[in-house]
């Protein structure tokens, strides 16, 4: 007995005829690629060409995907918080070729009072991981995530090669923003930049905004043991990386997770929102109408700083990959498609935010099936091909 074919959930938005490839692509991912619930935006010279969303906001079926349904997009949120950063540089608050420890005193300790802080937004720093046990509770304590930050020593000499710092990025940039602006990044990102320009789009989750967020679901793909062999395979700085502590769907649904203030992780919201904050740095610095940061200062976040075998990711790539001032580059891998100096950021489990300055778009995906790859999720990369097919 033959089996049926997969039924696609009804998509609903819009999309221009001539981004049809897209809305195709969004639909073979629910049919082909085990979607549950999805959205899509596309800008192109700063119109929204392409608006979709479907599928289901749970794993039981019981709420559809909304117009404004929110959803943890993991590291995609880190573009957000270099962009809290880059605004800082752009008003003259922060050097970002200064030492890090001229903004964070105690940060000097264990030999690092030369990293700088291009060093922390280009995962340059040394500080991929703790060296100490840190577990997720201790996770969602801001201070103590910093103290303990300052206190370690680096991995690697910082600024010879990139690694990436999963989780520690967000506290590392963070904290400096916090020192200069009075702000964590939370709260500078929703003054100075969602608010006013109206995007549905916060690092933590407001309490209030639950009932409209989707259930996080990890579908393991590999068993135990073939996890454990791939575990043997990681070198410690990569363990210290990905595993302390280690975070997923469970942890991400959490009352508690949501709460927290995890700027490398726990942002949350539309594709429609990704779309508007990667803008700015597709379109010279403005999303919509408004201007964020100067076509200087935008141009400067995808400044490579050498490219290199990433120590925590490189068994993922085929390529080398460069880290730009907070953003990946596009590079061999045409991660962002095939303008190598497109930019954007994953997020673990598929989700994604692309900038292509050339071409003047931006793209914000979002999803709630996890799937294993930490960057280039299958699904992502169907719709990036998409995309440039269709310019």
Not at 110 to 121: N, S, W, Y
Request: aromatic share 8%; net charge negative; charged share 25%.
């Amino acid at each position: 007995m033959s089996q049926s074919p997969p039924v696609v959930p009804r998509v609903e938005g819009r999309c221009d005829e001539r981004f049809a490839a897209v809305r195709e692509a969004f639909e073979e991912n629910f049919r082909q690629r085990e979607e549950l619930g999805a959205a899509v935006t596309l800008r192109v010279g700063g119109e929204v060409v392409v608006d979709l969303w479907g599928g289901w906001a749970d794993p039981r079926h019981e709420r559809p995907w909304e117009r404004d349904t929110l959803v943890n997009v993991w590291s995609t949120t880190k573009g957000a918080t270099a962009l809290c950063a880059h605004m800082l540089a752009d008003r003259g608050a922060l050097d970002l070729d200064a030492p890090v420890a001229a903004y964070w005193p105690e940060f000097a300790a264990a030999g690092k009072e030369k990293v700088l802080v291009r060093d922390l937004l280009s995962h340059r720093a040394g500080l991929a991981g703790l060296r100490v046990p840190h577990s997720v509770q201790e996770l969602y304590d801001w201070d103590l995530s910093c103290e303990r930050l300052a206190a370690t020593e680096p991995w690697w000499e910082p600024g010879s090669k990139s690694g990436y710092h999963a989780l520690t990025y967000g506290f590392l940039v963070g904290e400096v923003v916090r020192r200069v602006s009075g702000m964590r990044p939370a709260e500078f990102l929703e003054r100075e930049v969602t608010v006013p320009l109206g995007i549905d789009f916060t690092i933590g989750l407001p309490e209030k905004e639950a009932g409209r967020t989707a259930e996080l679901v990890h579908v393991p793909v590999t068993s135990s043991s073939e996890q454990a062999a791939l575990f043997a395979q990681l070198e410690p700085v990569a363990l210290a990386a990905l595993t302390n502590p280690g975070t997923g769907a469970r942890e991400g649904n959490s009352p508690e997770w949501r709460a927290a203030e995890i700027p490398a992780a726990n942002g949350h919201g539309t594709a429609r929102g990704v779309a508007a904050l990667y803008e700015v740095f597709a379109r010279q610095g403005r999303s919509g109408d408004r201007r964020v940061l100067s076509a200087d200062a935008a141009e400067r976040v995808r400044q490579g700083q050498g490219a290199c075998r990433d120590l925590v990711l490189g068994l993922g790539f085929a390529h080398k990959t460069e880290v730009a001032l907070g953003l990946w580059l596009s590079g061999a891998n045409a991660s962002y498609g095939p303008n190598p100096r497109a930019v954007g950021h994953d997020g673990f489990g598929g989700s994604c935010g692309l900038a292509d300055p050339e071409a003047e778009v931006s793209l914000g995906y979002v999803m709630n099936r996890m799937g294993p790859h930490i960057a280039d999720d299958p699904r992502k990369m169907a719709l990036v091909e998409a995309v440039y097919a269709s310019l």
